[in-house]
């Protein structure tokens, strides 16, 4: 299961009746951690945890200090100072040398489920909200606010409010259409499943795009390309990564992104094949109204459809995080 929050609130949909849950959020950090402030994690009862707050040093003892809130139904404020020698957090063994606190909160129905299916209900419609949690050790009360179209983006992804409250913007996981279902479409689909984003994979031909093949696409989609210039996943979607290896094909998906809300499109093949393409469809570079990666992904190296689906989700990841996609330690450039 990826750690991606919808994914969290999918499997916890499915079971908040049949076990005891607390949710976790990192609220606060300094120096080095593992995840930043805003960071989830779901615990239940069967000792289970679902979301990462750490690399997997915190999470026992979270769990741990988790019991107590079953027991008084309030939340606890927890820390851990990687800085201190005598703080837990070097009993633990844990070396990062920073700082985290954690915000424990008894999830059930008096507290109305602290709002988390109004949260999975938005984050489903693909809807950007926040999400409002008081920091205390009272009783919990949380609050899912929706960010309007008109909402300026600040730049980060949460925030303190004020003294008691923290708000934590949340997005819905990255929509990409795949258009291509040939062999090499299927790791690409598996990881990017496997990343936690929803995938659109669209193949009008017959024998292609069998769901035993697919079984983790979000759907699969049969329909003629040219037809599809209606569809409401085009308003949506963050990639659209073209790749059914037919020119007439490609040409028809690439003109049909170009009115989309992508905000990277891949085309896999040469630059020569691509003037080909560009040609059928009917466009010109500077007719694009979208920047076109082509060719397609990072400079990782392997030439074998899992290296190549790698190389393709990490340009696409680097694009959607805004990220430079360089090496962290510089390796590559001794």
């Given at each position: 299961m990826s750690n991606r929050i919808s994914q969290l609130l999918r499997h916890w949909t499915a079971n908040r009746?049949?076990?005891?849950?607390?949710?976790?959020?990192?609220?606060?950090?300094?120096?080095?951690?593992?995840?930043?402030a805003g960071a989830m994690m779901l615990i239940n009862d069967l000792g289970q945890y679902f979301g990462l707050l750490s690399g997997g040093c915190l999470e026992s003892d979270i769990m741990r200090q988790a019991r107590r809130c079953w027991e008084n139904q309030r939340s606890r404020i927890i820390e851990y100072d990687m800085r201190e020698e005598e703080d837990l957090a070097w009993q633990l063994g844990i070396g990062c040398g920073g700082m985290v606190r954690i915000l424990l909160q008894p999830v059930h129905a008096k507290n109305d489920y602290l709002k988390l299916e109004e949260l999975n209900h938005y984050l489903e419609a693909r809807q950007e909200v926040e999400y409002v949690q008081q920091v205390d050790e009272g009783l919990p009360v949380n609050e899912v606010r929706v960010i309007g179209?008109?909402?300026?983006?600040?730049?980060?992804?949460?925030?303190k409010e004020s003294p008691q409250l923290f708000v934590h913007r949340l997005n819905p996981a990255p929509l990409i259409a795949v258009f291509g279902a040939g062999v090499d479409a299927r790791p690409l689909v598996a990881m990017a499943c496997e990343l936690g984003w929803q995938v659109l994979l669209v193949d009008p031909r017959v024998g292609y795009a069998k769901p035993e093949y697919f079984t983790k696409a979000t759907e699969i989609i049969r329909q003629p390309i040219a037809q599809l210039d209606s569809a409401s996943w085009l308003g949506q979607i963050?990639?659209?990564?073209?790749?059914?290896?037919?020119?007439?094909?490609?040409?028809?998906?690439l003109r049909l992104v170009q009115g989309s809300s992508a905000k990277y499109v891949g085309l896999l093949g040469p630059t020569h094949r691509t003037d080909r393409v560009l040609a059928i469809a009917e466009l010109s570079r500077s007719d694009l109204s979208k920047p076109l990666a082509n060719p397609v992904g990072l400079r990782l190296g392997g030439e074998l459809p899992e290296s190549i689906a790698l190389s393709m989700l990490a340009e696409a990841h680097a694009v959607l995080e805004k990220a430079d996609g360089l090496s962290i330690s510089g390796i590559l450039n001794q």
């Amino acid at each position: 299961m990826s750690n991606r929050i919808s994914q969290l609130l999918r499997h916890w949909t499915a079971n908040r009746d049949k076990q005891l849950w607390v949710l976790a959020t990192i609220i606060e950090t300094d120096g080095s951690s593992y995840r930043k402030a805003g960071a989830m994690m779901l615990i239940n009862d069967l000792g289970q945890y679902f979301g990462l707050l750490s690399g997997g040093c915190l999470e026992s003892d979270i769990m741990r200090q988790a019991r107590r809130c079953w027991e008084n139904q309030r939340s606890r404020i927890i820390e851990y100072d990687m800085r201190e020698e005598e703080d837990l957090a070097w009993q633990l063994g844990i070396g990062c040398g920073g700082m985290v606190r954690i915000l424990l909160q008894p999830v059930h129905a008096k507290n109305d489920y602290l709002k988390l299916e109004e949260l999975n209900h938005y984050l489903e419609a693909r809807q950007e909200v926040e999400y409002v949690q008081q920091v205390d050790e009272g009783l919990p009360v949380n609050e899912v606010r929706v960010i309007g179209k008109s909402h300026t983006d600040t730049g980060s992804s949460s925030s303190k409010e004020s003294p008691q409250l923290f708000v934590h913007r949340l997005n819905p996981a990255p929509l990409i259409a795949v258009f291509g279902a040939g062999v090499d479409a299927r790791p690409l689909v598996a990881m990017a499943c496997e990343l936690g984003w929803q995938v659109l994979l669209v193949d009008p031909r017959v024998g292609y795009a069998k769901p035993e093949y697919f079984t983790k696409a979000t759907e699969i989609i049969r329909q003629p390309i040219a037809q599809l210039d209606s569809a409401s996943w085009l308003g949506q979607i963050d990639v659209a990564l073209i790749l059914t290896h037919n020119i007439k094909l490609d040409a028809a998906a690439l003109r049909l992104v170009q009115g989309s809300s992508a905000k990277y499109v891949g085309l896999l093949g040469p630059t020569h094949r691509t003037d080909r393409v560009l040609a059928i469809a009917e466009l010109s570079r500077s007719d694009l109204s979208k920047p076109l990666a082509n060719p397609v992904g990072l400079r990782l190296g392997g030439e074998l459809p899992e290296s190549i689906a790698l190389s393709m989700l990490a340009e696409a990841h680097a694009v959607l995080e805004k990220a430079d996609g360089l090496s962290i330690s510089g390796i590559l450039n001794q």
